[in-house]
């Protein structure tokens, strides 16, 4: 189905926004402005050679929101991301297993690439 294939596309899309949202947040220590943490996804992208395009903010900012645990609509996504001072923050962070997890990997060199 044409159908299921494309929303395969966009669910891995999404994941893989979502690590680098991540990533990101745990090389900003945990917790940043959504506008630093997209602009620094920007930067690292354009660094690597890599397309920022205009679909690049608002795919973050949905990637984000799947994975957000203040999102009621989750469908069964896994709960990577917080916003510690509420819903109308513009602060995110790592939630508290999630930051666990990437600082451990982060004490590895090499283990934390984009």
Same mark, same amino acid.
């Given at each position: ?14 994941? =893989? &926004? ?8 745990? @090389? ?9 943490? +997209? ?15 205009? @679909? &690049?903010?608002?795919?973050?900012? #949905? =990637?984000? /929101?799947?994975? +957000?645990? *203040?999102? =009621?609509? @989750? ?18 962070? *790592?939630?508290?297993?999630?930051? /666990?997890?990437? #600082? =451990?990997? #982060? ?8």
């Amino acid at each position: 189905m044409p159908g299921s294939n494309a929303a395969r596309t966009a669910g891995h899309r999404r994941r =893989a &926004l979502a690590a680098e949202i991540a990533l990101t947040l745990t @090389r900003l220590g945990g917790a940043a402005h959504r506008d630093t943490v +997209c602009e620094a996804i920007a930067i690292a992208r354009r660094q690597a050679g890599r397309a920022t395009g205009k @679909r &690049l903010r608002p795919d973050l900012l #949905a =990637a984000f /929101a799947a994975y +957000c645990d *203040l999102n =009621a609509d @989750r469908a069964g996504e896994a709960v990577m991301f917080t916003l510690p001072f509420g819903r109308e923050s513009l602060r995110w962070a *790592l939630a508290d297993a999630v930051g /666990a997890s990437w #600082a =451990a990997r #982060a004490q590895s060199p090499g283990r934390l690439s984009a």
